[in-house]
């Protein structure tokens, strides 16, 4: 299969290749297993070299591509939760008019702004020097072995007593975790913060701000919900700033396989966020942190042989 796989191309990037790449954003941005890691080992492990070669290159068409991967996955996202985004909107905007927040929707759109902040300047300022110096086979297997220890902590942590003090404190549901509603705006920064490094590849964005938010005492379906909110503009701002490199010389033979991955990411993400908003209802991360262990330890020894 693999020798398949690897058979030359006329294009730097063939439009199998983009779908496959797009099935497996929409499935890894979610899931906390780290999708730049994941698009990073792939090429890798299937062969495509045109594709490894690109990566690590600090000019060429594979960051404006990685992006629209991520647009695809965020758009899945606001499909999937369009709703809540009508009444967080509207909450913001009510908070403008009447200079209050009274209801946990209007405080949720503040936590979101206030969460947003430091992704933001972060991934501005570094995103570029990062996603280059990070996309290496060996570099993104060890920082997935990485987020595998993050996820396993994170669920270890959550058991402590202070945790369960704090979510006593704060107001806990009928469960004993904290509802999201009673986060301070300080801890959303945290979380942000902790969001930013997701531009390591190998360190899931979803894995560090679910880790982090259950390390705050909230549950593991609230903390899902919030990284999966919080994901989506962040994701989408850096889709329009990445967008002028797609449409410049750097896009030139691959806009036509970048659109078509974006959107097969968007339709997979809808379904995977589908599966796992289910999945944290009753389960933790430990299953992923074990994938993320195995697999990037398999890589490392892959990438060395």
């Not at 704060?170 to 904290?178: F, L, M, N, S, V």
């Not at 005492?217 to 990284?227: M, Q």
């Not at 691959?254 to 908003?277: D, H, S, W």
Request: proline letters at 3%; hydrophobic letters at 55%.
């Amino acid at each position: 299969m693999i020798s398949l796989l690897a058979v030359p191309l006329a294009s730097a990037l063939s439009y199998f290749q983009a779908i496959v790449l797009g099935l497996l954003q929409g499935v890894s941005e979610l899931f906390p297993i780290s999708s730049l890691g994941h698009t990073v080992l792939f090429p890798t492990l299937f062969g495509w070299n045109e594709l490894v070669k690109a990566q690590s290159q600090s000019e060429s068409f594979w960051l404006a591509f990685v992006v629209m991967l991520h647009v695809g996955s965020a758009l899945g996202l606001l499909a999937y939760y369009w709703r809540d985004w009508v009444e967080i909107v509207k909450a913001f905007f009510h908070t403008l008019a009447t200079r209050r927040v009274e209801t946990p929707t209007e405080r949720l759109a503040w936590l979101l702004i206030v969460a947003s902040i430091p992704a933001g300047i972060i991934g501005l300022a570094l995103e570029h020097q990062l996603r280059t110096l990070t996309a290496k086979p060996e570099v993104a297997a060890v920082f997935l072995m990485v987020n595998g220890l993050i996820l396993l902590a994170a669920e270890r942590f959550r058991r402590r007593a202070e945790v369960r003090e704090l979510a006593i404190r704060e107001g806990a549901k009928p469960d004993g975790a904290r509802e999201l509603a009673t986060l301070e705006y300080r801890e959303a920064l945290v979380v942000g913060v902790a969001q930013s490094t997701a531009l390591v590849a190998g360190i899931s964005r979803g894995g560090v701000t679910m880790g982090t938010g259950l390390a705050r005492g909230l549950d593991h379906s609230d903390s899902a919900r919030f990284a999966f909110l919080l994901a989506t503009p962040i994701i989408l701002a850096a889709g329009l700033v990445k967008l002028p490199d797609l449409f410049g010389h750097l896009g030139n033979g691959i806009r036509g396989q970048a659109f078509v991955a974006c959107a097969v990411a968007a339709v997979t993400a809808v379904f995977t966020v589908r599966f796992l908003v289910r999945y944290f209802k009753t389960r933790t991360l430990t299953p992923f942190a074990v994938y993320c262990l195995v697999f990037g330890l398999a890589m490392v020894i892959y990438t060395q042989t």
